[in-house]
């Protein structure tokens, strides 16, 4: 089996402070591990990320024109970075992929969910995660965390930290509707608790994961 691991999240979840659990945690037991995260991933990717957090204000950006520069981005991440890292052997650790699409911008934008989903099959591929880790934190707090750390890196708020609450809100909706079809799949970690009880439960899962891998 291909090892490929997808966090998810709504902002400030700690998708990031988790996969340096992960990536340490997998190292130690000798396998080769890549980080990388969504939209990015690659310079195509990156570009398009500075495009679509940081795009000028006066111009709204269109839900349509959201969703496929998000794909866009993850075309060239999938094919320059991904597969050949999962053909390699090594074991493929992104932060978000689509589960994130599904639910910023089907659920939350309001983009036909079958639409969404059969342009992301398109994208992936087959280059699909075997396991999710879904960390869910209530918005109110993830949010607040995701702006601390903006304002603490002078960075100022990128164009979805400054949504509504309940634009984030209809982002959980989404990922736990993701929750319920892919049982299998996705695991949900409470990450409003303390940091080492989080990595507990997430070292837990992936050693059961590679137990059956
Ligand atoms: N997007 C992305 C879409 O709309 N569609 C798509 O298809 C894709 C791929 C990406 C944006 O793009 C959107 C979603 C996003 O809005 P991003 O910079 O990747 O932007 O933003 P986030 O994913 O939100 O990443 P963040 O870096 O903001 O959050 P993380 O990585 O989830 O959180 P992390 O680990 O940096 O932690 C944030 C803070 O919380 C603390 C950490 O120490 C840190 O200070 N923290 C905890 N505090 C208390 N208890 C815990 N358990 C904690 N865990 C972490």
Redesign the pocket.
């Known amino acids: 089996m291909r090892k490929f691991i997808s966090v998810e ?10 996969i340096r659990f992960l990536r340490k945690r997998l190292e130690e037991k000798g396998l080769e591990v890549v980080t990388t ?3 990015g991933g690659s310079f195509l990717g990156e570009e398009i990320r500075e495009l ?2 940081h795009v000028r204000r006066d111009e709204p950006v269109v839900a349509k024109a ?1 969703l496929f520069l ?1 794909l866009a981005a993850r075309a060239q991440h999938v094919e320059t970075l991904i597969r050949p890292s999962l053909e390699a052997g090594k074991v493929v650790i992104t ?3 689509s589960d ?2 599904l639910a ?2 089907s659920t939350a934008r309001g983009l036909t969910l079958g639409e969404v989903r059969h342009l992301c099959e398109l994208v992936e591929d087959h280059i699909t995660p075997s396991l999710t880790f879904f ?1 869910d934190v209530d918005p109110k707090i993830g949010v607040r ?2 702006r ?2 903006s304002l603490k890196a002078e960075v100022g708020y ?1 164009r ?2 400054e949504e509504s609450l309940q634009f984030h809100e209809r982002v959980r909706d989404g990922f736990l509707k993701q929750l319920e079809n892919s049982p299998e799949r996705i695991f949900r970690i409470d ?5 080492p009880e ?1 990595q507990e439960r997430a070292g837990e899962i992936l050693d059961q994961w590679l137990a059956k891998s």
């Open positions: 999240g709504g902002e400030g979840a700690g998708k990031s402070t988790l995260r969504e939209p679509l957090l959201e998000f932060d978000r992929f994130s699409t910023y911008q960390l965390r995701a601390k750390r990128d979805l930290e990450t409003a608790k303390p940091i989080v």
